[in-house]
């Protein structure tokens, strides 16, 4: 953070604009709702876990990852909401 507390999300893009393929680690989660987060822990993609983006469907607007926990189908829309770093 810079000295207003603000992240650059450029270090930290979203899920969403990630390549397939490449090798990433969850940083941080920007819907901080009940409800989102607890999607987020069913789904195994909490901060610090490793994630894959296995396939793009932009017909569906779906990604599937491979993650710790499994095989996860999330949609863009949540995608754009947690944020990664390559490793």
Do not use: W, Y
Request: glycine share 6%; net charge negative; with cysteine.
């Amino acid at each position: 953070p810079d000295a207003l507390g603000n992240m650059s999300t450029h270090d930290h893009p979203a899920l969403e604009s990630c390549e397939v393929g490449m090798p990433l680690t969850v940083t941080r989660i920007t819907d901080e709702s009940p409800a989102f987060l607890k999607f987020i822990d069913h789904h195994g993609l909490n901060p610090g876990i490793e994630v894959t983006i296995n396939a793009r469907d932009g017909v569906n607007q779906r990604l599937v990852l491979n993650t710790n926990a499994g095989e996860q189908n999330i949609s863009c829309d949540d995608a754009r909401k947690i944020h990664v770093s390559m490793r």
